[in-house]
Structures are given as structure tokens and as C-alpha cells.
């Protein structure tokens, strides 16, 4: 079993930027991906971004140029850098872990951009 913590979240002006942590009990260096996802109220849960151990990425559309994540092996930590956001940006966001044949889930962290 993974425990994945979330943290960072809150109230931010259009515009401002936050940074989420997603913190992992098992070490990340050798798994298979990590990312975020999040889920608007009213909408299904979606892709933001994924970065596999390789270090490759995969972000959505709607995040490219403003989003970017990173990982930090030593603290078994995931950061989502939240940069320029949209009202649009409001979400639950979740930590996601894939190591081997199974998934993990955090409990999800809010994000309110305000207009």
C-alpha cells in the first residue's frame, strides 16, 4: 500500500501561481509514473499531467506553458508548479502514483482561482 499526501492548495487571484506537493511513503525513483489529476465540480476527474520515471511528460492542452512538474527522488515528492491561473484552473487536484500494475490516489487538494 502507497499513501500519497497532497498539499499546497487554496485561494489564489486570477493570475497567481501556486504550487502543489503530492509526498509519496514509498520511493518514486523507480515508478512507473506520477502525476496530477483534477476534477471541477460538476465535470469528470482529467488529465493535467503525468511524468513517467524517465522523465517524460504529458500535459493537457488547456495547462501547457503555465503548468510544470517535477520530482524530487531524495523526498519521494511530486510538485505541480501552477503558474498564470484561469478561473478555469478551480478543481480538486489529485496526486496519482502508478507503481507496477497498480494505481494510487491522493486525497486531493483545492484550488479556488477567483476572478
Known amino acids: 500500500q502507497v499513501q500519497l499526501v497532497e498539499s499546497g492548495g487554496g485561494l489564489v487571484q486570477a493570475g497567481g501561481s501556486l504550487r502543489l506537493s503530492c509526498a509519496a511513503s514509498?520511493?518514486?525513483?523507480?515508478?512507473?509514473?506520477m502525476g496530477w489529476y483534477r476534477q471541477a465540480p460538476g465535470k469528470q476527474r482529467e488529465l493535467v499531467v503525468t511524468m513517467t520515471s524517465g522523465g517524460s511528460t504529458n500535459y493537457a492542452d488547456s495547462v501547457k506553458g503555465r503548468f510544470t512538474i517535477s520530482r524530487d527522488n531524495a523526498k519521494n515528492t511530486v510538485y505541480l508548479q501552477m503558474n498564470s491561473l484561469k478561473p478555469d484552473d478551480t478543481a480538486v487536484y489529485y496526486c496519482?502514483?502508478?507503481?507496477?500494475?497498480?494505481?494510487?490516489w491522493g486525497q486531493g487538494t483545492q484550488v479556488t482561482v477567483s476572478s
Open positions: 496519482n502514483a502508478n507503481y507496477g500494475s497498480l494505481y494510487y
Open positions: 514509498r520511493s518514486i525513483f523507480r515508478i512507473n509514473s
